[in-house]
Protein backbone atom coordinates (compact mmCIF):
# COMPACT_ATOMS: atom_id res chain seq x y z
CA UNK A 1 0.00 0.00 0.00
CA UNK A 2 1.16 3.60 -0.68
CA UNK A 3 1.97 5.46 2.00
CA UNK A 4 3.42 8.43 3.83
CA UNK A 5 4.38 7.04 7.34
CA UNK A 6 5.19 9.29 10.19
CA UNK A 7 6.17 8.54 13.71
CA UNK A 8 5.26 9.47 16.27
CA UNK A 9 1.55 10.30 16.24
CA UNK A 10 1.09 11.92 19.43
CA UNK A 11 4.21 13.39 21.25
CA UNK A 12 4.49 15.40 24.96
CA UNK A 13 8.03 16.84 25.44
CA UNK A 14 9.58 19.69 27.57
CA UNK A 15 11.53 22.91 26.14
CA UNK A 16 14.76 22.12 24.74
CA UNK A 17 14.92 18.66 24.62
CA UNK A 18 16.02 17.43 21.20
CA UNK A 19 13.49 15.15 19.35
CA UNK A 20 13.08 13.59 15.60
CA UNK A 21 9.70 13.08 13.45
CA UNK A 22 10.61 10.42 11.54
CA UNK A 23 8.77 10.71 7.73
CA UNK A 24 9.18 7.55 5.16
CA UNK A 25 7.00 7.01 1.98
CA UNK A 26 7.01 4.05 -0.07
CA UNK A 27 5.96 5.58 -3.72
CA UNK A 28 9.66 6.53 -4.80
CA UNK A 29 8.76 10.33 -4.72
CA UNK A 30 11.22 12.61 -5.18
CA UNK A 31 9.79 15.63 -3.72
CA UNK A 32 8.83 15.64 0.25
CA UNK A 33 8.21 18.11 2.30
CA UNK A 34 6.82 19.60 6.45
CA UNK A 35 4.64 21.35 7.04
CA UNK A 36 2.99 22.87 10.18
CA UNK A 37 -1.02 23.43 10.67
CA UNK A 38 -1.90 26.12 12.92
CA UNK A 39 -5.50 26.66 14.25
CA UNK A 40 -6.55 29.84 11.81
CA UNK A 41 -3.17 30.18 10.04
CA UNK A 42 -3.38 26.83 7.64
CA UNK A 43 -0.64 24.73 6.29
CA UNK A 44 2.67 26.05 5.94
CA UNK A 45 5.56 24.71 4.69
CA UNK A 46 8.51 24.46 6.87
CA UNK A 47 11.17 22.67 4.79
CA UNK A 48 11.10 20.51 1.90
CA UNK A 49 13.12 18.57 -0.73
CA UNK A 50 13.43 18.13 -4.12
CA UNK A 51 15.79 15.09 -4.00
CA UNK A 52 18.35 13.30 -1.97
CA UNK A 53 20.45 15.71 -0.39
CA UNK A 54 18.55 18.82 -1.68
CA UNK A 55 16.46 20.76 0.56
CA UNK A 56 15.87 24.04 1.00
CA UNK A 57 13.80 26.34 3.56
CA UNK A 58 9.88 27.03 3.07
CA UNK A 59 7.81 29.83 5.02
CA UNK A 60 8.55 28.73 8.66
CA UNK A 61 12.15 27.40 8.60
CA UNK A 62 13.00 28.91 11.94
CA UNK A 63 13.29 26.38 14.93
CA UNK A 64 13.88 23.46 12.47
CA UNK A 65 16.89 21.56 10.80
CA UNK A 66 15.59 18.52 7.98
CA UNK A 67 18.01 16.04 6.26
CA UNK A 68 17.80 13.52 2.81
CA UNK A 69 20.30 10.96 3.44
CA UNK A 70 17.76 8.91 1.54
CA UNK A 71 15.22 8.90 -0.95
CA UNK A 72 12.44 7.60 0.90
CA UNK A 73 13.09 9.45 4.64
CA UNK A 74 12.51 13.18 5.12
CA UNK A 75 12.80 13.35 8.98
CA UNK A 76 12.29 16.71 11.19
CA UNK A 77 14.61 17.51 13.75
CA UNK A 78 13.67 20.12 16.10
CA UNK A 79 17.06 20.63 18.01
CA UNK A 80 15.64 22.71 21.38
CA UNK A 81 11.85 22.74 20.87
CA UNK A 82 10.15 25.61 22.62
CA UNK A 83 6.33 26.19 22.97
CA UNK A 84 5.50 27.97 20.09
CA UNK A 85 6.86 25.25 18.62
CA UNK A 86 3.56 22.90 19.59
CA UNK A 87 1.62 22.60 16.37
CA UNK A 88 -0.02 19.82 14.43
CA UNK A 89 3.08 18.16 11.60
CA UNK A 90 2.40 16.82 8.21
CA UNK A 91 5.03 15.34 6.32
CA UNK A 92 3.86 14.33 2.37
CA UNK A 93 4.94 13.55 -0.50
CA UNK A 94 4.66 13.99 -4.29
CA UNK A 95 6.39 12.46 -7.28
CA UNK A 96 7.90 15.60 -7.98
CA UNK A 97 6.93 19.26 -7.01
CA UNK A 98 4.39 20.42 -9.28
CA UNK A 99 2.24 16.72 -8.52
CA UNK A 100 -0.36 16.50 -6.03
CA UNK A 101 1.26 15.59 -2.52
CA UNK A 102 0.10 12.66 -0.59
CA UNK A 103 0.08 13.06 3.16
CA UNK A 104 1.03 11.34 6.19
CA UNK A 105 -1.24 10.91 9.24
CA UNK A 106 0.11 13.48 11.21
CA UNK A 107 2.20 14.50 14.32
CA UNK A 108 0.51 15.98 16.88
CA UNK A 109 3.60 17.54 19.48
CA UNK A 110 2.48 19.39 22.68
CA UNK A 111 5.96 21.49 23.85
CA UNK A 112 5.57 22.40 27.69
CA UNK B 1 -0.66 40.09 1.94
CA UNK B 2 -1.77 36.37 1.76
CA UNK B 3 -0.35 34.48 -1.20
CA UNK B 4 -2.95 32.14 -1.50
CA UNK B 5 -6.31 33.44 0.13
CA UNK B 6 -9.96 31.79 0.85
CA UNK B 7 -13.02 32.74 2.46
CA UNK B 8 -12.82 30.51 6.05
CA UNK B 9 -16.80 30.04 5.88
CA UNK B 10 -18.44 28.19 7.36
CA UNK B 11 -20.02 28.34 3.84
CA UNK B 12 -23.20 26.02 4.68
CA UNK B 13 -25.29 24.80 1.94
CA UNK B 14 -28.66 22.07 1.68
CA UNK B 15 -28.38 18.66 1.03
CA UNK B 16 -28.53 18.08 -3.11
CA UNK B 17 -27.34 21.93 -3.53
CA UNK B 18 -24.30 22.87 -5.51
CA UNK B 19 -21.39 24.57 -3.02
CA UNK B 20 -18.94 27.05 -4.38
CA UNK B 21 -15.77 27.40 -3.18
CA UNK B 22 -12.86 29.74 -4.28
CA UNK B 23 -9.25 30.71 -3.98
CA UNK B 24 -7.00 33.58 -5.09
CA UNK B 25 -3.49 33.77 -5.65
CA UNK B 26 -0.62 36.43 -5.90
CA UNK B 27 1.73 34.60 -7.73
CA UNK B 28 1.43 35.09 -11.67
CA UNK B 29 3.80 32.31 -12.43
CA UNK B 30 2.32 29.65 -10.47
CA UNK B 31 1.33 26.61 -12.78
CA UNK B 32 -0.84 23.84 -10.40
CA UNK B 33 -3.47 24.45 -8.49
CA UNK B 34 -4.92 21.63 -6.20
CA UNK B 35 -7.97 21.28 -3.66
CA UNK B 36 -7.81 19.13 -1.03
CA UNK B 37 -10.47 17.88 1.66
CA UNK B 38 -9.58 17.68 5.01
CA UNK B 39 -11.70 15.73 7.96
CA UNK B 40 -11.62 17.30 11.36
CA UNK B 41 -8.67 15.53 13.10
CA UNK B 42 -7.60 13.77 9.66
CA UNK B 43 -4.83 14.70 6.90
CA UNK B 44 -5.46 16.51 3.93
CA UNK B 45 -6.36 14.43 0.70
CA UNK B 46 -6.39 15.14 -2.89
CA UNK B 47 -9.38 16.06 -4.94
CA UNK B 48 -8.86 17.94 -7.66
CA UNK B 49 -5.76 19.02 -9.64
CA UNK B 50 -5.86 21.58 -12.02
CA UNK B 51 -3.07 23.03 -14.64
CA UNK B 52 -4.46 24.88 -17.77
CA UNK B 53 -7.08 27.37 -17.49
CA UNK B 54 -10.85 26.48 -18.10
CA UNK B 55 -13.14 23.74 -16.26
CA UNK B 56 -11.66 20.28 -15.21
CA UNK B 57 -14.57 17.45 -14.30
CA UNK B 58 -13.91 14.35 -12.34
CA UNK B 59 -17.35 12.95 -11.11
CA UNK B 60 -19.55 15.41 -8.38
CA UNK B 61 -16.40 17.68 -8.34
CA UNK B 62 -15.27 20.65 -11.20
CA UNK B 63 -12.21 22.74 -10.86
CA UNK B 64 -12.03 26.06 -12.78
CA UNK B 65 -9.02 27.73 -13.54
CA UNK B 66 -8.57 31.61 -14.42
CA UNK B 67 -4.72 32.67 -14.48
CA UNK B 68 -5.15 36.07 -16.19
CA UNK B 69 -7.47 36.75 -13.07
CA UNK B 70 -5.94 34.69 -10.45
CA UNK B 71 -8.70 32.96 -8.95
CA UNK B 72 -9.43 28.76 -8.77
CA UNK B 73 -12.70 27.39 -7.82
CA UNK B 74 -14.39 23.70 -7.06
CA UNK B 75 -17.64 23.31 -7.64
CA UNK B 76 -19.38 20.49 -5.88
CA UNK B 77 -22.85 19.12 -6.91
CA UNK B 78 -25.42 17.62 -5.33
CA UNK B 79 -23.62 18.33 -2.00
CA UNK B 80 -23.83 15.38 0.60
CA UNK B 81 -23.57 15.57 4.32
CA UNK B 82 -20.55 13.56 3.70
CA UNK B 83 -18.86 17.16 1.70
CA UNK B 84 -18.88 18.48 5.36
CA UNK B 85 -15.27 19.43 5.69
CA UNK B 86 -12.68 21.63 5.18
CA UNK B 87 -11.35 22.55 1.68
CA UNK B 88 -7.74 23.63 1.02
CA UNK B 89 -6.72 25.34 -2.22
CA UNK B 90 -2.94 24.96 -2.90
CA UNK B 91 -0.63 26.49 -5.54
CA UNK B 92 3.11 25.86 -6.48
CA UNK B 93 4.37 28.93 -6.39
CA UNK B 94 8.01 30.67 -5.94
CA UNK B 95 9.99 28.75 -8.87
CA UNK B 96 7.25 25.80 -8.52
CA UNK B 97 9.31 24.66 -5.61
CA UNK B 98 7.38 25.61 -2.66
CA UNK B 99 3.70 24.94 -2.18
CA UNK B 100 1.89 27.50 -0.69
CA UNK B 101 -2.06 26.53 0.82
CA UNK B 102 -4.85 28.85 2.11
CA UNK B 103 -6.08 28.64 5.32
CA UNK B 104 -9.35 26.49 4.35
CA UNK B 105 -12.87 27.23 3.93
CA UNK B 106 -14.90 25.08 6.09
CA UNK B 107 -18.04 23.56 4.47
CA UNK B 108 -21.17 22.16 5.84
CA UNK B 109 -23.58 20.41 3.93
CA UNK B 110 -27.17 20.46 6.17
CA UNK B 111 -29.60 17.24 5.77
Known amino acids: EAQVTQNPRYLITVTGKKLTVTCSQN?????MSWYRQDPGLGLRQIYYSMNVEVTDKGDVPEGYKVSRKEKRNFPLILESPSPNQTSLYFCASSPVEYQPQHFGDGTRLSIL | QKEVEQNSGPLSVPEGAIASLNCTYSDRVSQSFFWYRQYSGKSPELIMS????GDKEDGRFTAQLNKASQYVSLLIRDSQPSDSATYLC???????????FGTGTKLQVIP
Open chain 2, 90 to 100: AVNSGGYQKVT
Open chain 2, 50 to 53: IYSN
Open chain 1, 27 to 31: MNHEY
